[in-house]
């Protein structure tokens, strides 16, 4: 496989479930990402992590758990979500550095119930 | 705290009909502008880099110029296929962070 891929492509969930988003990147980069797009709004980065440790934390609520085990594989926990939580949750990977393209999976479509 | 507006929202064009699409941007030391293309359903997909004022980037119908307040993506002579959301966004000196524009929204009409 090439690319950013992510699991599941769709999430149902009520807002007392747990859950994990999954992001794997087979392109060799350094950095990932977690974005929330969300109807009428701009992309909203979630959280960064360079080479497995976070750097960002974009003052998301902790119902939101990222985990980054290597440089290929990034997680999204979540638990206890609200109905404003639905949105399409995107993963990213670049190089290291901002001056690199980031590369964007298809994302995972959450809705809370 | 950086700033990305694009303008229009929303642009119908005819197949053919040439037009451009703006993203105005307020940055503190501006290390990166990017264009991405968004089709329902998947995520966004890189089109372009532009580094400095006075770079431009071709890519088949699309071309995109940066200034020192704002980038254009000129669509010349445009098909069906290149109906999408257009997404720019920057990053600044202070790290890896992108902050994106709310998009444009490209509906070409055969």
């Known amino acids: 496989e090439t690319g950013v891929t992510q699991t599941p492509r769709h999430l149902v969930m009520g807002m007392t479930n747990k859950k994990s988003l999954k992001c794997e990147q087979h392109l060799g980069h350094n950095a990932m990402y977690w974005y929330k797009q969300s109807a009428k709004k701009p992309l909203e980065l979630m959280f960064v992590?360079?080479?497995?440790?976070?750097?960002e934390n974009n003052s998301v609520p902790s119902r939101f758990s990222p985990e980054c085990p290597n440089s290929s594989h990034l997680f999204l926990h979540l638990h206890t979500l609200q109905p404003e939580d639905s949105a399409l949750y995107l993963c990213a990977s670049s190089q290291a550095g901002g001056s690199q393209p980031q590369h964007f999976g298809d994302g995972t479509r959450l809705s809370i119930l | 705290e950086d700033q990305v507006t694009q303008s229009p929202e929303a642009l119908r064009l005819q197949e053919g009909e040439s037009s451009s699409l703006n993203c105005s941007y307020t940055?503190?030391?501006?290390?990166?502008l990017f264009w991405y293309r968004q089709d329902p359903g998947k995520g966004p997909e890189f089109l372009f880099t532009?580094?400095?004022a006075g770079e431009e980037k071709e890519k088949e119908r699309l071309k995109a110029t940066l200034t020192k307040k704002e980038s254009f993506l000129h669509i010349t002579a445009p098909k069906p296929e290149d109906s999408a959301t257009y997404l720019c966004?920057?990053?600044?000196?202070?790290?890896?962070?992108?902050?994106f524009g709310g998009g444009t929204r490209l509906m070409v009409k055969p």
């Open positions: 992590y360079n080479f497995k440790e976070q750097t």
């Open positions: 940055v503190s030391g501006l290390r990166g």
């Open positions: 966004a920057v990053n600044d000196n202070a790290g890896n962070m992108l902050t």
């Open positions: 532009l580094y400095s």
